[in-house]
């Protein structure tokens, strides 16, 4: 069975930084493009970040370019977000998935249970 755990979110005053992980299992993790999204309450979830299966690959929405860094350690099955110069509009629950994301059991898109950022003075 598929699970992502997020985890190293929390509060940080403007300027700063928050490196997130996420641990994976049930899945061929190197095999496949991993993806931190985030969610702000009331707006729908968006992409933020993506690496390919072996890492050589990788892409950053707009508002973040520059100042993450997604990386991974496929020995670890663990997919990492080096967060610097965090602004406020980057307060968001953060998750990590695969490109196109497993069902569950009732057929629904699996996502585990994020990690909260916030960043504020």
């Known amino acids: 069975q598929v699970r992502l755990v997020e985890s190293g979110g929390g509060l940080v005053q403007p300027g700063g930084s928050l490196r997130l992980s996420c641990v994976a299992s049930?899945?061929?993790?190197?095999?496949?493009?991993m993806s931190w999204y985030r969610q702000a309450p009331g707006k729908e979830r968006e992409l933020v970040a993506k690496v390919s299966g072996l890492g050589f690959t990788k892409n950053y929405a707009d508002s973040v370019k520059g100042r993450f860094t997604i990386s991974r350690d496929n020995a670890k099955n663990t997919l990492y977000l080096q967060m610097n110069s965090l602004k406020p509009d980057d307060t968001a629950v953060y998750y990590c998935?695969?490109?196109?994301?497993?069902?569950?059991?009732?057929?629904?898109?699996?996502w585990g249970q994020g990690t909260q950022v916030t960043v504020s003075s």
């Open positions: 998935n695969t490109n196109t994301p497993f069902r569950d059991s009732s057929g629904n898109d699996y």
């Open positions: 049930g899945f061929p993790f190197g095999s496949y493009y």
